[in-house]
């Protein structure tokens, strides 16, 4: 991983940072808030896109940087260093750039550290556990004994999960998607079974910032609850259509939107709580999480919230927000996205002369 001093000899250059991602995923709200917050936006775009992120008067970058693909980043470094850009990193991002982002010499909004954890189920779970969280129960195939999810390696979106019931299930359901093609043996040795969650799935938006200690404080800073979705996923959000006419197939969990929702106001304190335990254990395993993040939830009939990820960065559910959230209202008295509130800290870390507080 790239050493620290080396992002803040470049940070320190920088003169009048422009802020920048990849056109892609909740790239539009990013262009939109930093725009509202002053800021030249740089765009990177691969070709069939360009129209389209060309389009939006009020969010489309001032500045396009075409690429092929976006791997392609990595050889764009020093221009992008030249443009005085800060990086910030969404899901596809960190998907197509996957390991390249732990070297690329270029600053990158948030701790770069964190997106490292993200990318392993195995430390996402030594996080989860260490920030308190009831997570889903982990099996081995012998020990599978009701509904478990089985989750391979990388961020696929929901794609390709399987639904087992005992492990015959699962020697069948995994050899017919090795044989299509879809997964290979060292998936399945590398694979996660999870005990299937029953409840209703909650996904609270957080902001963290090491710059201030107001409201919501946590032991080096403060926590804000920016705003909250429910992911559609496809088939499963509506199997109930299938089912209607007679098809009974395993769905997919495949991500294709998100709706709005809020939460009885008498579990907020709870997801507070939850903030304020992924943040620190964050701080004891990597150095912290400044910035966006999200806990994925389910929460059951009791009304407890079982937890089975953390997006360390903005996820695609704040794109419902670019005008700010039945959350973000009780915080700001400005229309805060969370794109917007990116932006935001940008700026008043580089008024403090604490950029590489929340730049790595
Ligand atoms: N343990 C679980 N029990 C029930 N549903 C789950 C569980 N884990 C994930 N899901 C469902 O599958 C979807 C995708 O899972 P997730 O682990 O978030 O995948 P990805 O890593 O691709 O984001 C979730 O949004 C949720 O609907
Ligand atoms: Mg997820």
Request: neutral net charge; glycine residues 8%.
């Amino acid at each position: 991983m790239i050493e620290t001093e080396e992002i803040e000899r470049i940070l320190k250059k920088y003169k009048r940072p422009k802020i920048a991602t990849c056109c892609s995923h909740s790239s539009l709200q990013i262009f939109h808030g930093a725009r509202l917050e002053g800021f030249e936006t740089l765009g990177i775009v691969t070709d069939k896109n360009v129209k389209f992120y060309g389009s939006f008067p009020n969010a489309s970058p001032d500045k396009l940087m075409k690429v092929h693909w976006f791997s392609d980043i990595v050889e764009k470094a020093e221009e992008l260093v030249k443009n005085e850009v800060i990086l910030v990193p969404h899901g596809s991002f960190v998907e197509y750039l996957g390991k390249a982002l732990d070297d690329l010499p270029v600053p990158v909004f948030g701790n770069r550290r964190c997106l490292l954890w993200e990318r392993e189920r195995d430390r996402m779970f030594e996080w989860m556990k260490r920030a308190g969280f009831d997570t889903p129960k982990v099996k081995r195939r012998e020990s599978i004994d009701g509904p478990c999810m089985v989750k391979f390696p990388g961020a696929r979106g929901g794609r390709g999960y399987l639904i087992v019931r005992d492990k015959e299930e699962f020697d069948r359901k995994t050899q017919n998607a090795i044989k299509k093609g879809f997964i290979t043996e060292e998936d399945v040795k590398n694979c996660m079974i999870q005990e299937f969650l029953i409840g209703v799935r909650f996904y609270p938006h957080y902001f963290y910032t090491p710059l201030q200690k107001q409201n919501y404080s946590t032991k080096k800073g403060s926590l804000e609850l920016m705003s909250m979705d429910r992911r559609i996923e496809s088939d499963v959000d509506e199997i109930y259509r299938a089912m209607g006419i007679g098809v009974v197939e395993d769905p997919a969990y495949v991500v294709a939107g998100n709706e709005p929702l809020v939460m009885r106001e008498s579990l907020l304190p709870k997801v507070m709580e939850m903030g304020v335990g992924a943040v620190e254990a964050a701080e004891e395993l990597f150095g912290g999480i400044p910035g966006p993040f999200c806990i994925e939830t389910i929460c059951d009939r009791d009304l407890k919230f079982r937890v089975f990820e953390i997006s360390a960065r903005i996820v695609a559910g704040t794109n419902l927000y670019p005008n700010g959230s039945q959350y973000s209202a009780f915080m700001f008295n400005e229309e805060m996205s969370t794109g917007r509130r990116i932006a935001r800290e940008i700026k008043l870390a580089a008024k403090a002369k604490r950029l590489a507080d929340v730049v790595y």
